[in-house]
């Protein structure tokens, strides 16, 4: 990195909120915040936008997992300036120590081609693969009230299909009434079966704004979506495609002892609800998902040109070395920049890497490190991998999902896999990108899900052994594409505040990006309670104006 000893001084030296790292959480916090009137500054150290949520170049894309993988958190000596009293003219402070921390793990990058390598600068392959949007969830009608549509243009997801234990081979998701007559893979009785259930669905839904003698009963909307379905006498193919495939449960909801999020019949329903109200919302949507045209990155992007637009002030390749304490009470008052300037806020938003060695507020010269991060019960694994033809013929663009056990009984999660080809603008032409992910309670298990996973895909296992490798028919593909590039890590699930210092969220292990919103929205009103989280003035004309909102044919 440069001398930045000469960078130019930021001005203005202090803010209504500092916000380091330009994730997508932090970049709406960002708009937000400049919607709301505020003062903001935005640095990130890196020389990209969207730091754990980015889409970057293959090589580039390597260097920052290695660099996140390995990161030195080494402790400055306690005789290091940084930690004595500091005299400013606001007042005297001390500077606490503010480090990284390594949130990617088992880091496992493998080349069996030299294509991709030479082609490097033509990918954009995103860091928190697989991800869509469906189209009427929250992320879309956050979008088109902040404004952020503008800046990003979608296209649609062709098709989603859901692994077959039975038969070895993926089916199609029927997301419609149509869908279901034209499947041939369902008998009679199972589209029978499946009309049924969406009927009571729809009447149930329905019965909030007419009658109440079509709704699910209090009791069935509090119990497991799992038993109601049994209830209902779904097969277990169709309780499974219901489950997973369009609730896109994360866990076994068949087994208690495993299942970590068990969904209940409420929040069952309404994923249906939103699935089927996905499908035709848009008039270029072939199915109910969208995926941004140059990668999810565009999607922080987009939200930091809004918070611009609204005077938010940015500067990339500013690393942030220190924060300042108040000497008297320990309280946060500003950061110390790696230029050597000190800049100071009544509010400080960190990228999740991020761990500072808080003082002790009895003696603020005694610093200790801080439990600043808290780790959740779970991690996900993730793995890219670039292929030279598609896993489905005649198809760029489709989402893959496997039901906990269907690749072998110990699997008690879900894996989702979303192929996006080059005419999305994130591979060379003539290839595709391949994203998979999984929720795992450890490094060994989530290698496990995705090494099984690529071996069901691939004709090459991801270590590129030759021993392994098969080039056995699939019913539903010709043959399995030959495996060109990958790269699998164990990503951390964080989440952590303190004080007037807060920090946001890793991506999660979901398909989209409800719950990281939600955690955004209430982060945003834990700081200002009192402020709207992006006001209708910031955004013109009716929210549900869809013609605002860009999607390709």
Known sequence: MADLSSYPPIDPTAFDIIIIGTGLPASILAAATSAAGKTVLHLDPNAFYGSHFASLPLHDLSSFLHSQTTVATAAIPSSSPLLQPLSSDCGDYVAV??????????????????????????FNLDLVGPRALFCADTSVDLMLKSGASQYVEFKSVDASFVWDPEESRFSSVPDSRAAIFKDRRLTLAEKNQLMRFFKLVEAHLASEYN??????????????????LKKMRLSPKIKSIILYAIAMANY???????CKD????????????????????FQNAL????????????LPQAFCRCAAVKGCLYVLRMPVIALLMDEGDGHYKGVKLASGQDLFSQNLVLDPSFTVHWPLTSN???VQESPSLKDSIAKVARAICVTRSSLMPDLSNFLLIYPPKSLYPEQVTSIRALQIGSNLVVCPSGMFVLYLSALCDDADEGKKLLHTTIRNLFTHTVSGNAENSSSIQIKNVELKPTLLWSALYIQELTMGSFESVYCTPMPDGNLNYDDVIDATKKLFHKMYPHEEFFPEATSPGNSEDDGR???EP
């Open 97 to 122: 120590q503010l480090t990284s921390r390594p949130l990617y793990s088992c880091l496992d990058i493998s080349s069996h081609s030299s294509e991709p390598l030479e082609l490097s600068r033509k």
């Open 211 to 228: 009658s109440e003698s079509s709704r699910i009963s209090e009791v069935d909307l509090e119990s497991p979506f799992v038993e109601f």
């Open 252 to 258: 076994d909801q068949d087994s208690v002892e495993v």
């Open 262 to 281: 068990m969904l209940n019949t409420k929040d069952g329903i309404a994923r249906l609800a939103l699935y089927s109200s996905s499908a035709g919302r």
């Open 287 to 298: 199915g109910s998902l969208l995926y941004p045209i140059y990668g999810q990155g565009e």
């Open 364 to 366: 603020p010269g005694c």
């Open 549 to 551: 909102f860009s999607l």
